[in-house]
Structures are given as C-alpha cells and as structure tokens.
C-alpha cells in the first residue's frame, strides 16, 4: 500500500526543482484512496480507516496517523474508530487453523501495540471515554493469546495514560479552586466596601521581568494540558453538516475555554490595578510597570500575555486616564501596540512569531525555546482554515488535502506546548496573579471615574448611575 508523505515533505513546495519542460500532475488512486504527485489528497471513510491499520508487511508513518486520528472524530466517534480499527487488526486475517493466527498475532503484535501508542501519547483525552478503555482492555486480553511481550508493553502503555489521565483531573480540581478563591476574595472585598485598601501588585513584585517570567509559567502549563482534538472541538461545535449526529465526545475537556478566561482575567487584572490606586503618581507607576511587563514578554516570545495586557491597557476606564498616561513615556507601549496591530491581518506580529518560531528551530538554550502564541488569532486561523473548503468532496471522499494542513498548524502548536520553561516560580506573585480580586466593566468603569473624574454631564450621569448598580448608593 503507497505511504503517505511526512509533514515536511508534503508542504515544501519549490518552483524551481522543476525541469524546463512543462510538469504534468500526477492523480492515481489506488483502494479508494485518491493520490496527488504520490500525496494523499482523499479518500472513502473506510479506505482511510484500512491505511490506519498495520499489517505484517505495513504501518503507517506518524502523519497520517496524526491527522487522520486528529480529523476522523468529524465523521464517527473515536470509541467507533477504535472498534474498527481493532476488528481489522484482529478478525480480518482469522483463519480455521489455531496455529497460523497464533503467528499471525505475534507477527502484527508490536504494531499493534506502537499505533496505540501514538493514539494514547497524542490524543490522551479520548479515553476518558469509558468505551475506549474497554476497547484497550479487550485488546490486551487479546494481545496476550499470541504474543506476552506485546501484552506487557500495552500494559505499560495503558500505565502511562492514566497518570496523563490522572494529572487532567487534578489540574481540572486546580482551575475550580483557583476560581473559587477569586471568587471569595471578591465577595469579602465587596462586602467591605473597600474600606480596606486593596493589596496591589507592585507590594509583591516590583521586577517587570520577573512578573513576565511567572505569567509565561503560567501560559506553558495552560498551554500543556491542551489536547489536538480540543482545536477540532472548538471550531466545529456549530458545524451541522458533517456532525449531525453529534459525533465529538461529550466528555470533552474545557482547556481552551480555561485558556482564553485566563486570558481575559489578566486584562481585567491590568485594568483593574491601574484603576485601583487614588494618587495619580501611583497609578501612572503601575501603568509603566506593565508596559515594561509586555516589553519583556515580548523578548520571552510569550505573545499572549503581551496581548493581554495590551486590551487591559485600551480598556476605557485605562484609556480615559489622561492625567495619568500623561505622566507616563508611552514611546515603548506604542512600539508594542504597533507589533500587535491587527492591520494587514497582525502582519507585524506574524512577522515577529516566525522569527520566535525560528529561534526555537536553532535554540542553544531552554529559553530560546518558547514561543507562546496570540492564542485567539490562532484559533481564528483554524476556524477559518476549516470553513475555507469542505470536509467532504462531492464524490462523497473525506477531503483530505484539507486535513493535512489542519494537522500541520496542530502539529506545530503541540511542538511549542513540549518547552519547558526555565524560570524559577515566585509563589506569591503566581497566586496573586491567579486568585486576585478582578474588577466587572461596571466597577472598572467606577474606580475609572472616581480616580480621574468626569469631563462632562453625560460622564456625570454615568458615574450616579454606577454608583447606584455597583455600591447602592
């Protein structure tokens, strides 16, 4: 059966390998699948089920499996994909003779074992579905009529992931208690009516490079525990075409939504720490330690959090403190903006990720490793990758051509999220960061006006009406 081509391979394309004379394309199929210059462009659902599945004399190189185990969950659920994909392995090739499955077995065995491997290590999550854990068990039991070494090495594999599974369930304890302590803090502020003065983020961490290095703590974990199919979660979930017999797990984890909160969180957090102080002197202090915050994230490759205190700094109730930005040299918060200007699609910031993407490529150190993307516009970019073609052909073939470049930007995101980052964890900065107490746009909009008062009596009228939604008074 023809092999799929890698990655790397597939999408170098070079105009001038050509000869002088005009090149004439390929097309062949071959079992109801469909090749392109020997580049696998479609194919039946079945088909491409069969190319999954090792035999003695195949397997699959790890592209394929990626992306077709990455894009199948659109046409059937994984625990059906894994009940196929065992019935191939195991029932196809049975025979009336005992002797000649029991070496058949032992034969396939290993592959077996390795595509369940790249299926547990890659997509983990799919097994918090209680029928794919059956599925794996029954496979074990299998494994081990024909092959003991084989059955100890899925044991193993099956040890592996649940500690993966394990660990998701503690982080997700993690993500409600951190919210919940927020939460509580902001109630007991409340309930005082900020008689007490807010504890403010220049009292725990004056050093912006320090604060830039505990946020990208926090981005890379966040980051670490989203899964490949999560992506195909979040830009289908509407989709009633091709799932509208609601194929993607509904045990799906929350870590992208978890994500974008935590990026929500640090704009209001932003917002809400340069509101807060009453002297203008303080305020105009906090504002440039936050510039300096997003300067050095920008250095680390932490993207993300550069972008997130840059919408906490034009926020309204931030953006109308003119006395306060006045105080303030804004030459470096405007060579930031400009890096994240959305115009000409975030030109400028997509020219600065290749080169972080680079960086990595070559990296000698630990740090040079990190690239953290603007996770929205990254996002944006597969929602509108998928929408840009269909998933299937008119021949009714899955559209495969289309799969391989959703994989190949999952690929590249999954390769950032690996790094380890390198910097020694500040406590107290990471818990403060994390449970603050975080302003609403209404009492933003209040501590705005009762630090900087208003202009007119438009504001004026905002400002009793505020007072009366947020304090009652």
């Known amino acids: ?13 070079d105009p001038y390998t050509r000869s002088s004379t005009r090149y004439q394309p390929v097309e062949t199929h071959y079992g109801g699948l469909c090749y392109h210059d020997n580049s696998l462009v479609s194919g039946s659902l079945e088909a491409l089920i069969q190319h999954l599945v090792p035999t003695v004399d195949y397997f699959p190189d790890r592209s394929y499996i990626f992306t077709f185990l990455l894009s199948s969950r659109l046409f059937l659920p994984p625990f059906d994909l894994m009940s196929r994909v065992c019935y191939l392995c195991l029932e196809q090739h049975r025979t009336s003779d005992p002797q000649i499955d029991k070496r058949r077995m032992r034969e396939i065995a290993p592959k ?40 100890r090495a899925l044991q193993r594999v099956t040890q592996r992931l649940l500690r993966k599974l394990t660990t998701l369930s503690q982080y997700e304890e993690f993500l409600v208690t951190t919210s919940s302590v927020g939460m509580e803090k902001l109630t007991a502020q409340k309930a005082k009516q900020q008689s007490v003065r807010r504890e403010d983020v220049l009292s725990l961490c004056s050093d912006p490079f320090v604060m830039a290095q505990q946020l990208t703590h926090i981005e890379m974990e966040r980051l670490s525990y989203i899964g490949p199919e999560e992506f195909v979660h979040a830009f289908t979930h509407k989709s009633t075409q091709d799932n509208s017999k609601g194929f993607l797990n509904k045990r799906k984890t929350g870590n992208i939504e978890a994500y974008v909160e935590w990026f929500n969180r640090l704009s209001y957090l932003v917002a809400t720490e340069i509101c807060t102080p009453v002297k203008k002197k303080n305020r105009a202090c906090v504002l440039e330690f936050f510039i300096d915050v997003a300067r050095e994230c920008f250095n680390i490759g932490n993207f993300n959090s550069l972008m997130a205190i840059i919408t906490g700094m034009n926020m309204s109730p931030v953006s109308r403190l003119k006395k306060t930005w006045s105080k303030v040299n804004t030459d470096k918060f405007d060579i930031l903006e400009h890096q994240m200007d959305p115009s000409g699609n975030f030109y400028n910031y997509r020219t600065a990720l290749q080169g972080a993407t680079h960086r990595c490529l070559t990296a000698q150190t630990s740090r040079e490793k990190i690239v953290i993307p603007f996770f929205s516009l990254f996002i944006k970019d597969l929602y509108f990758l998928n929408e840009g073609s269909a ?30 980052c390198p910097f020694e964890r500040d406590r107290k900065t990471l818990q403060y960061v994390l449970s603050a107490p975080i302003f609403s746009d209404d009492e933003l909009q209040l501590a705005s006006y009762e630090s900087e008062g208003p202009e007119n009596n438009m504001e004026r009228d905002t400002r009793r009406s505020l007072r009366i939604r947020v304090l009652g008074i």
């Open 1 to 13: 059966m023809p092999q799929t081509t890698p990655f790397a391979a597939k999408f170098r394309h």
């Open 391 to 420: 998933s299937r052909l008119p021949n009714g073939h899955i559209n495969f051509e289309k799969f391989w470049e959703l994989a190949k930007q999952v690929s590249e995101f999954l390769s950032w999220r690996l790094a380890a």
């Open 112 to 151: 077996i074992v390795q595509l369940l491997t790249e299926w547990t290590e890659t997509f983990p999550y799919d097994f918090r579905d209680e029928r794919m854990m059956q599925g794996l068990k029954e496979l074990t039991h299998r494994l081990a009529l024909g092959d003991e070494l084989s059955r």
